[in-house]
């Protein structure tokens, strides 16, 4: 009966230092995710600007040496992007789009 208050002590101080040993572990856990994120941060960053300076590359060169015609066939590539549900507004001579083109289409196909 003697030894069981000093076995209590013991597990207790054994616990505590346990309990501290985990808490240092977690808290260098938390620092070294701290420093993953920081790192990460900065290399989005860096990615960032490079893509900022190629697009103002690219703009600078669209508009001192690209010929409306390369322009235009650009824009003609790009439309093999487009969805089938894409509507795309062609202007008349007076300024209004052409809005029964799709209903024709489908009234020559129903004949």
Do not use: D, F, M, P
């Given at each position: 009966m003697f030894g069981m208050p000093i076995y209590r002590v013991w597990s207790q101080e054994m616990r505590g230092k346990a309990q501290l040993a985990e808490a240092e572990q977690n808290r260098r856990i938390k620092v070294e995710e701290a420093r993953a994120n920081l790192e990460a941060e900065k290399l989005n960053a860096k990615a960032e600007?490079?893509?900022a300076k190629g697009a103002a590359e690219a703009i600078k060169i669209e508009n001192g040496t690209l010929t409306p015609t390369?322009?235009?066939y650009l824009w003609v590539r790009n439309q093999s992007n487009l969805?089938?549900?894409?509507?795309?507004?062609?202007p008349t001579e007076a300024n209004l789009p052409i809005l029964e083109a799709g209903k024709r289409n489908n009234l020559i196909k129903s004949e």
């Open positions: 600007i490079e893509r390369y322009i235009q969805n089938e549900k894409t509507v795309i507004y062609i």
